[in-house]
């Protein structure tokens, strides 16, 4: 069995839970530190015979193509994490269109690949926002990595199903890559990476890694390059915000080594064509009926 491995390529100061103290007028003058980053993640991949797929922020692919180019170089896909890093639900459909379109075009001029994969920052296509998936179908997106099926403050996808599965939208359809979640007393947990990689006992995401594997089933682990950097700089931010997004950056690498010993990982592009002979018809139950609009 071989899960996924995905990073969202994005700065440091990118991250959504910093939007209210870093402006984006302010990221051309940042210090820029995810090519140090992405160059120890991919040397560690690379030791581990391990492949993942990238989810690139557009504006940052278009300031470090030769970085994107060394991935894309190294075996990994390249997938969209949007443009400027927008969570969906401060975009209207015609801004989400612009971002994934533009992001989709200049990721696929640098790589000189096909980009099939979308994720939504901070996984923001929630209930209400599906008209996103329209948009990724149309925009000629073959899978979607957003709907994360739980219950959390600001995201998640609650109705949406564990395992990888395929949507069927008025415009198509479009396969969808949940990250993944421990099922623990009847409720669904998240275990997918972040900062539940970092904050919480490692064998969390293990247990919902072996869960999946179960159920024969890949499942869908995540990381950001600056969560491998104890060094970047600090941010004044509020001491929450300061906990789950500095806590535990030291124990990443030490973790992810464990985790690519015990686990085996490929991007999700060389699942989405296994699903799709899995499921030929376009007649399986849709699981997210469109609602009137
Ligand atoms: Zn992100």
């Known amino acids: 069995m071989r899960h996924h491995f995905t990073i969202d390529v994005e700065e440091y100061f990118q991250v959504a839970a910093l939007e209210p103290y870093v402006p984006r007028s302010d990221w051309a003058r940042l210090e820029s530190r995810v090519a140090g980053q992405m160059e120890q993640l991919l040397a560690l991949l690379a030791r581990h015979h391990a492949r993942a797929t990238c989810f690139v922020v557009g504006w940052l692919a278009d300031r470090q193509r030769e970085l994107i180019r060394t991935i894309a170089k190294a075996g990994h896909e390249i997938a969209s994490h949007g443009w400027e890093h927008a969570k969906v639900t401060t975009l209207s459909p015609v801004q989400f269109r612009e971002s994934v379109r533009r992001s989709k075009q200049v990721l696929e001029e640098i790589a000189t690949t096909r980009v099939d994969g979308y994720r939504a920052p901070n996984f923001s296509i929630v209930q209400g926002r599906e008209w996103a998936l329209d948009i990724l179908i149309e ?23 564990a395992d990888p ?11 969808e890559i949940p990250p993944t979640t421990l099922r623990c007393a009847g409720m669904r947990f998240p275990a997918a990476g972040g900062a539940y990689f970092r904050l919480f006992p490692y064998g969390l995401v293990r247990a919902a890694l072996r869960q999946c594997e179960r159920r024969g089933t890949p499942g869908t682990f995540y990381i950001h390059p600056w969560e491998i950097d104890p060094a970047q700089p600090r941010l004044a931010v509020s001491w929450l915000t ?25 991007p999700i592009g060389e699942t989405v064509p296994a699903l799709a002979r899995a499921h030929p018809s376009r007649r399986e139950p849709a699981v997210l009926k469109e609602r009137s609009a």
């Open 139 to 161: 925009e000629g997106y073959r899978y979607d990595s957003s709907l994360f099926p739980v219950r959390r403050p600001g995201y998640g996808y609650p109705t949406g199903r």
């Open 165 to 175: 599965y395929w949507i069927e939208r008025a415009a198509g359809r479009i396969a």
């Open 242 to 266: 300061s906990a789950r997004h500095y806590g535990g950056l030291r124990r990443t690498l030490p973790r992810l080594e464990r985790l690519l010993t015990e686990f085996r990982f490929r």
